[in-house]
């Protein structure tokens, strides 16, 4: 089988082939956007049905770039390290559907670079240890469009997940062709591989800590839904952070193993992990 190159889900990336997106956001505007990750071949979702997901708009040096994350708790948001990497300024938003509006349920919060825990052995040439915390600058209030993700357990630890279907959600680009981000939440689930599988494709840098997701039914996650959480029955068990070059489509898409870091989170946020 063909092993290709995997390159990082950077949301700051630039590679041949992939054409700068314009993200339109209240926030900001007139800067220079860079490439995002996108939901391919995926659907809208209904609006606030996955209330744990959370917008979140990096800024540094006059570049803006877009990620994913998930909310789990009223003061902290999991995403990858890749996102927040070299962030100087950066925008939550919680409880959106459609980004481009001022939605009523939406809560829109300024983080600065203080905020943001990146895994101590995180390194930006490498894959592994991709993920990273941030630390609201105040307590979100719940609500039906605004609640968090559950963590695995302890008793988690030693599954590896293969076959459950699991779920990956984000705001980026919706297929091979599209240069606009969309400005509504789309949805796919996929099917959970084992990281041997993974390799045969991607090859054996695939980290251990590690979780892939099939894309043998035309299926994937690309350059920036980076930072995105893939959620089976309502629990968390992976943070989208990498994909074959190019993010061909037939080709797994690759997610930080959530039950590997369940200590670390437990360290650097205020989430109490369950033991079963």
């Known amino acids: 089988m063909k092993v290709v190159v995997i390159v990082l889900a950077l949301a700051a990336a630039v590679s041949a082939g992939i054409q700068h997106i314009k993200v339109v956001d209240p926030f900001v505007e007139n800067l220079k956007w860079e490439p995002n990750p996108r939901i391919v071949n995926g659907q809208e979702a209904i609006p606030h049905s996955l209330p744990y997901m959370v917008y979140i708009l990096f800024m540094a040096s006059g570049s803006a770039w877009m990620c994913g994350g998930a909310l789990l708790s009223e003061n902290y948001v999991l995403t990858a390290a890749h996102c927040a990497n070299g962030a100087e300024t950066t925008y939550v938003t919680l409880g959106a559907h459609n980004t481009s509006a001022r939605e009523d349920t939406q809560i829109r919060l300024t983080v600065p670079a203080a905020n943001l ?24 209030s719940f609500t039906e469009a605004i609640q968090t993700v559950r963590l695995p357990s302890k008793a988690d630890v030693v599954d590896d997940f293969v076959g ?9 680009l919706t297929d091979g062709t599209s240069t606009t981000a969309s400005q509504v939440l789309n949805y796919v689930n996929m099917d959970v591989i084992s990281t041997a599988e993974c390799r045969l494709y991607l090859g054996p840098t695939v980290p251990d800590k590690s979780v892939c997701t099939s894309g043998l039914d035309q299926t994937s996650v690309c350059l920036g839904d980076s930072g995105s959480p893939l959620v089976t029955e309502g629990v968390v068990i ?11 489509l037939g080709y797994p898409s690759g997610w930080t193993r959530v039950t590997d870091y369940l200590d670390w989170i437990a360290a650097n946020t205020d989430v109490k992990i369950a033991c079963l």
Do not use: R
């Not at 990273?132 to 979100?140: D, N, R, T």
């Open 117 to 140: 825990k990146l895994h101590e052995e995180y390194v930006s040439s490498d894959i592994a240890n991709d993920i990273a915390v941030i630390k609201l600058p105040s307590p979100v």
């Open 164 to 172: 459950a279907v699991a779920t990956a959600s984000g705001w980026g």
């Open 238 to 248: 992976g943070v989208s952070a990498f994909v074959a070059k190019g993010c061909l």
